[in-house]
């Protein structure tokens, strides 16, 4: 008995020696994959938080995925992942999705590649690698008819099975019924926290007699605190002098926390999570300089506006003016030395909405009909996309503010019928689907209707239902 028990003791574990087997290392995967990311990367869409956030979130899932499999662990699901790109040819935003499924990491990095038209050639050997697990089987003992190249289909084999002894991550029903007490604790809890917070903010604001103090990112209490405890440390720590200028920087101005300091475009300043006191300090006592460029900003987005036929130039109070103002002038230099285009740029650009984007960046119509220029952009080419797309864009602006009347109606009348305390979605999400959700949900029957009352909901691209933080239901657009 003892050796049969150690016989199947020592099968298993070779079986696990085996399935944990890499014929290539991570590194081989990250430097094949290294085009993918750079189509995908959040910094190279800047100009669209939405698209920006997105990427961010499915790029993190991405590489999550795929760390998992160095070694194999037992524990990965399957899911899916949404990308958007920008087309080399229309230079439109594309949005794509790739599968993550299985435990080969060469085969998920073509499908990466291919979604975005790019080149497989320098993926490693598949043949070599071919050749290297049937080496590993031999060596962990495997009779003929096992091989470790079929583990991908066996783990999702293994994990859809488990996966149907329970219930569906989405079922929105049997999520309410187990962690509706859970939602109601959480919530009052993130009440509380949220009114010794407001306590902090408006003992600094106090102090410092800042208009606002505002969050661009979603982030933990703990985090939150520190920042604040930080400027209040900036303070203290400075000499007479610096702690005048740091207090006229912020006096009667929003104080914001995002990534980057910065002054922003409406001469409130920001203050990145990612950099030091000093880094603040600095910037507050660059303030006063940095706001006279207030009136050369307002001025230099009016002779652009001139320039394109009264188009509407958008400016993101919460971006960098020194960074904003000098995208707007690039332009504007351009424009001037092409003369005879001026005629043509006031025809096609009138009655648009224009954002000027970095250089990074490539010429595009936005999901809610702006037109984003990269300041650089040769203005032959402006003048042919502007009248290509310019009634596109229009009509894409008049569906896009329907749509969002729809959805606010829809979703009041939700709120009220179903008696949620909160109703909203993350800034990523195709709006169509948004509101046929929250018709769905209108739609529901009376016993998910009565486990509905009170609670919190947010639409989320996670597949599965789960209690948030602050007491919310994050909930998948494809809910059961």
């Given at each position: ?31 094949a ?22 990427n ?7 590489n ?39 435990t ?31 080496a590993?089987?031999d ?6 008819g ?50 010794t ?39 203290d ?13 912020l ?9 980057g ?5 409406d001469?409130?300043?920001?203050f990145?999570a ?13 303030s006063?300089r ?7 900003l ?25 960074q ?38 490539e ?9 984003n ?12 996309f ?10 894409i ?55 509905l ?20 239901l994050s ?6």
């Open positions: 008995m003892l050796s049969s028990y150690m016989n199947i003791r020592l099968l298993k574990t070779r079986e696990f020696t085996a399935l944990s087997c890499r014929s290539l290392s991570l590194n081989e995967i990250s430097v994959l290294r085009p993918f990311i750079f189509e995908v990367h959040p910094d190279r869409f800047a100009n669209n938080p939405s698209v920006q956030q997105q961010e979130k499915s790029l993190q899932i991405f999550g995925y795929i760390n998992d499999l160095f070694p194999v662990s037992s524990n990965i699901r399957p899911t899916k992942v949404q990308f958007s790109i920008i087309d080399k040819h229309t230079r439109n935003l594309q949005n794509i999705q790739i599968n993550l499924t299985g080969d990491p060469v085969r998920i990095a073509k499908q990466a590649l291919e979604r975005c038209n790019l080149s497989t050639n320098h993926l490693p050997n598949l043949s070599k690698l071919v050749r290297n697990v049937a590993a089987n060596f962990a003992g495997f009779g003929p096992i091989r470790t190249s079929n583990i991908d289909q066996d783990l999702l084999k293994m994990y859809l099975q488990r996966k149907r002894k329970g219930p569906k991550g989405n079922d929105l029903q049997n999520a309410l019924t187990h962690t509706r007490t859970e939602a109601i604790q959480k919530s009052r809890e993130a009440e509380v926290t949220k009114i917070l407001k306590d902090e903010i408006d003992d600094l604001k106090w102090r410092t007699g800042a208009k606002n103090i505002v969050w661009h990112m979603d982030w933990a209490e703990s985090h939150m605190r520190r920042c604040l405890g930080n400027v209040h440390r900036l303070i720590q400075s000499n007479e002098q610096r702690r005048e200028s740091i207090m006229n920087a006096y009667k101005n929003v104080l914001r926390f995002g990534r300091s910065f002054v922003c475009c001469g409130s300043i920001q990145g990612d950099h030091v006191p000093e880094q603040w300090e600095q910037i507050c006592l660059e006063s940095q706001r006279s460029q207030l009136t050369n307002q001025n230099a987005a009016i002779r652009l506006r001139d320039y394109l036929g009264g188009a509407l130039i958008i400016l993101h109070h919460q971006r960098s003016l020194s904003t103002l000098q995208q707007i002038e690039c332009l504007i230099t351009r424009i001037k030395c092409r003369e005879s285009l001026h005629k043509e740029l006031e025809k096609y650009g009138a009655d648009t909405m224009i954002e000027v984007t970095t250089s990074y960046d010429l595009a119509v936005g999901v809610d009909g702006r037109l220029i990269p300041c650089n952009v040769d203005v032959g080419y402006l003048v042919s502007l009248q290509e797309n310019s009634k596109k864009a229009a009509e602006n008049k569906d896009m503010i329907r749509l969002q009347a729809e959805i606010e109606a829809d979703k009041d009348a939700c709120m009220r019928e179903l008696r949620l305390r909160s109703l909203d979605w993350e800034n990523n999400l195709p709006l169509p689907e948004v509101l046929n959700s929250i018709r769905r949900l209108r739609d529901t029957e009376d016993s998910l209707r009565e486990l009352g009170g609670m919190g909901i947010k639409f989320c691209l996670n597949p599965n239902i789960y209690v948030m933080s602050d007491g919310k909930v998948p657009l494809n809910w059961i």
